[in-house]
């Protein structure tokens, strides 16, 4: 009778957790990105994008007084990688959330690069 207790025990503990890591995954990757809330509505720096390269080091596009710029950020520090084409980069963002609106969370990391490299083409071009 003990260890049927303990089974028991046990069973609801996992399924207790299965649903706590459900939720957690249900609120950050889908609520949270859904409500894209910006904080600092005041500032005149925003982050339109961000894409993670690996755990450390990452890869952001800002708007800093209607220029835009594409920034990375390691532990090494932040460097700016490239000053982007304001027409474009607004284009592009327009486009961006057109797609982030329909479609799912793994395709948006694909539709970011394609944008990106099309913007930095664009902007090799104009040099």
Do not use: H
């Not at 025990?9 to 706590?20: C, G, H, Y």
């Amino acid at each position: 009778m003990d260890t049927l207790n303990f089974i028991s025990m046990l069973f609801q503990t996992f399924v207790a957790l299965a649903l706590v890591c459900g939720l957690a995954y249900l609120v950050f990757r889908v609520i949270m990105p859904k409500l894209n809330v910006n904080y600092t509505s005041n500032s005149m720096i925003r982050v339109v994008d961000r894409i993670g390269l690996d755990a450390r080091k990452s890869l952001y596009i800002i708007e800093v007084a209607e220029q835009y710029m594409l920034i990375a950020v390691s532990e090494n520090g932040v460097q700016m990688v490239s000053e982007l084409n304001s027409d474009s980069a607004k284009l592009a963002e327009e486009e961006l959330a057109k797609v982030r609106s329909n479609q799912s969370g793994a395709s948006i990391g694909s539709a970011f690069s394609e944008k990106l490299s099309q913007i930095i083409k664009k902007n090799q071009g104009d040099k």
